[in-house]
């Protein structure tokens, strides 16, 4: 059996809106020796997104482009392809949720012989490693329409969103461009004694330095988007290295729970 020189223990291909910078940096901050990541693009314009409409326009280019995008990152034979993205695969609820995922997993099953993560089900699971959540705050870089889709999907699964705020980023490219300043505020917004733990979605949003932070200022867990999908892949294949440095999901919880 041949073995990728690098990707030894394990190779990822992650699949990324091409406009986003943020996952594939703050992948390769948490990547433990041995595991290799090979980044490709569902390919979208660098929309400008200035009302509701066209937030709704930029979700729906990443869905369009994510089955090519998805057939054309298996061609680097990965173990495993995680989808660099959030809100499309949250978008309107667990029922559509779960039909996307299970279309993707089967092309990457038929295509490539292997499995994907999925930001929604990968919630899911790391929400599993926090059994006393019940009550969440939430911070996104999107318009209300988006939130509503976040509060919508934590609904179908359970969870209460108590308060929810985003950046409201002008486009997916401008996402990156958010500061950790305004994004602590936004976190001060959400949080409270009526909080059990805090969620980050948006993946160009950088956010998995500041979660580890605010996590001991906050004495509760807080979940960033890309540190969640990233030890949901390590998980699923079998890779328990604790990760310090990125929040208490890779740095305790070495198994996805039952």
Known sequence: MSIDYYGYR????????????AVE??????CPKG???????????????????????MV?????????GLIDALTC???HVIFGYSAETFWDGKERSDREFAKYNTIAKEQ???EITFGAQAIMDALKCYPGVK????????MPVGD??????????????????????????DIAFESFGKTRQLIKEVDGDDIDLILQAGTNLHFVELAAQLEQELGKPVLAINALTFWHALRSNGIPDRIEGFGSLLAEHIAIPE
């Open 10 to 21: 394990k190779k990822f291909a992650l699949l990324v809106p091409s406009t986003n910078t």
């Open 25 to 30: 940096t703050e992948y390769h901050m948490m």
């Open 35 to 57: 595991v290799v990541l090979a980044t490709r693009g569902c390919v979208i314009p660098p929309f400008k997104v200035t009302n509701e409409e066209e937030f709704v326009g």
């Open 60 to 68: 729906k280019a990443i869905g369009d482009a994510t089955e090519q």
């Open 77 to 79: 034979c990965p173990d």
């Open 112 to 114: 490539g012989d292997c």
């Open 135 to 142: 009550k969440i705050g939430v911070v996104t870089p999107y």
């Open 148 to 173: 509503n889709m976040v509060v919508k999907f934590l609904a179908d699964i359970g969870y209460e969103v108590v308060r929810i705020q985003g950046h409201n980023s002008p486009g997916p490219v």
